[in-house]
């Protein structure tokens, strides 16, 4: 069997150029671990953490669970063009009735190992949570055995995933191996077989359902890209429970990793500061050996596809357990330098703080009360994670910069690579009206399947017309 898909065909679209390999962007997606990576990824947690609660620790997205597949790295080739729930939605429509049923079988075996997981996930949290708002000391062997269990349970939905990918793909007849090869090529072209679909399976529930388009995603990230590109996983693991997912989804996508690291490592003093290098320094070589350890079980899934007979389930689960192990280091590490710092943050930095958290987060009650200049500026707020602020953006942000926006034509901001899908806006309207713009902001996908903006919109009229009398002023 092949090691992977034929990635010829169409020319890759928005691949981010090498010598942007120093942005913030570029270093959550592109797998980098050194320091200047560990400081932003802690800064970042660190902030969440203090300033959230358990609940927000709870938050994962769907795909967090067995992040094995390359989907990061397809993310991060396609210039964040490729969308997981169409690239999914694709690979279902173009399945056949047995290709279908291998890939559900897969959501039902998955369910109850998923169950265990996130309830032993649960155990994991309350454990480093009781050192951060108690002090208590951090039971090192009870939380080694807890993250082992974690580590084996995600291991096992791994393998799960691995194996129906593996029957997929022997099932595969050449029209559909060319398929996901353009797919490969250009991620957007699948918009038009995924984009308004919707998957569907006899016997699984809602949440089963976006599983199972998870699945799909991660099946065809995995047999159309090529083993190193398995290894890069998002700047936040090991150790994601410390609640950037939720900020991320209470911001409708638009915080930004970065400007929240910079935002609040400028924020601490030089104590502070040295509380998350020292923590960066003696993290290091646990991130490296955890690294290495998942690559070696890499290894091992992608046996299922070329040598099932020599596949080692019971080293695979060694090495889970050794993921574990140092995954529950890497996260005590982090525990305890966040703990150091909020112990020792002073009244007007908790302050400072939660209102910086307030910028991501906005109240709707207190936005609902404000007048509609200042609810513009305000919910302008969520704009400047990825497009930058008023005339401060830079090369190498998510996004291009809104100002004079409505003076140029749709999809031609300077040095920004756009979406086929919004190019294909702008032929159609020149230019940006308050109609047209009030549309794409009440759902952007909605309105322009394939668009790289990850923000998922706004559902209040008043507040979409408000931004939108903001940025007319944007000049």
Not at 169 to 198: C, F, H, I, V
Not at 249 to 260: D, E, Q, Y
Not at 398 to 404: F, H, N
Not at 406 to 411: G, T, V, Y
């Amino acid at each position: 069997m092949e090691s992977g898909l034929s990635q010829g065909g169409k020319k890759k679209k928005n691949k981010p150029n090498a010598k942007d390999t120093d942005t913030w962007t570029a270093e959550e997606y592109s797998g980098l671990r050194g320091e200047k990576e560990l400081q932003a990824a802690m800064a970042s947690k660190a902030f969440t953490w203090i300033t959230g609660s358990p609940a927000d620790n709870e938050k994962l997205s769907v795909g967090k669970n067995a992040q094995f597949f390359g989907f990061v790295a397809l993310r991060y080739q396609s210039g964040r063009a490729a969308n997981r729930g169409t690239l999914g939605r694709a690979v279902y429509a173009m399945a056949s009735d047995q290709q279908k049923e291998i890939m559900v079988k897969a959501a039902k075996a998955q369910k109850p190992v998923l169950t265990e997981w996130w309830a032993v996930r649960d155990d994991l949290l309350t454990a480093l949570e009781d050192h951060l708002y108690t002090g208590e000391p951090i039971a090192r062997p009870e939380l080694q055995s807890i993250s082992q269990q974690f580590s084996i349970l995600n291991a096992r939905v791994a393998i799960i995933e691995a194996k129906a990918f593996a029957g997929l793909e022997d099932s595969l007849l050449p029209s559909q191996k060319e398929k996901l090869t353009d797919w490969r090529a250009d991620p957007e072209s699948a918009g038009k077989s995924g984009s308004k679909l919707r998957i569907e399976a006899n016997g699984l529930e809602r949440d089963d359902l976006k599983q199972l388009e998870d699945i799909y995603a991660k099946a065809f990230s995995w047999l159309t890209g090529k083993p190193e590109d398995n290894e890069i996983i998002p700047i936040g693991q090991p150790a994601q429970f410390f609640g950037f997912v939720s900020i991320r989804h209470k911001s409708g996508h638009a915080a930004n990793r970065g400007k929240i690291a910079k935002d609040f490592f400028a924020l601490l003093d030089n104590t502070q500061r040295d509380f998350i290098n020292d923590a960066i320094e003696i993290q290091l070589p646990v991130v490296k050996d955890f690294l290495s350890v998942r690559h070696q079980f890499l290894n091992q899934l992608h046996l299922l596809r070329t040598d099932s007979d020599s596949f080692d389930e019971n080293q695979a689960d060694d090495l889970a357990r050794t993921m574990g192990q140092l995954e529950a280091e890497a996260a005590r590490i982090e525990a305890e330098a966040y703990r150091k710092i909020r112990a020792s943050m002073t009244e007007e930095q908790l302050t400072a703080a939660m209102k910086m958290r307030g910028e991501y987060v906005l109240d709707d009650s207190q936005v609902a009360q404000m007048d509609m200049a200042e609810r513009g500026r305000t919910l302008a707020i969520l704009c400047s994670g990825c497009h930058g602020a008023p005339g401060q953006h830079r090369q190498g942000l998510p996004a291009p910069s809104l100002d004079d926006m409505w003076d140029r034509p749709i999809a031609s901001a300077p040095h920004f690579e756009f979406s086929d899908a919004l190019k294909a806006v702008g032929k159609q309207h020149r230019k940006w009206t308050p109609e047209l713009l009030d549309e794409f902001l009440a759902s952007p996908k909605k309105f322009s399947p394939g668009t790289k903006m990850e923000f998922q919109g706004l559902l209040k009229e008043e507040d979409r017309q408000a931004l939108i009398e903001h940025l007319k002023n944007l000049r």
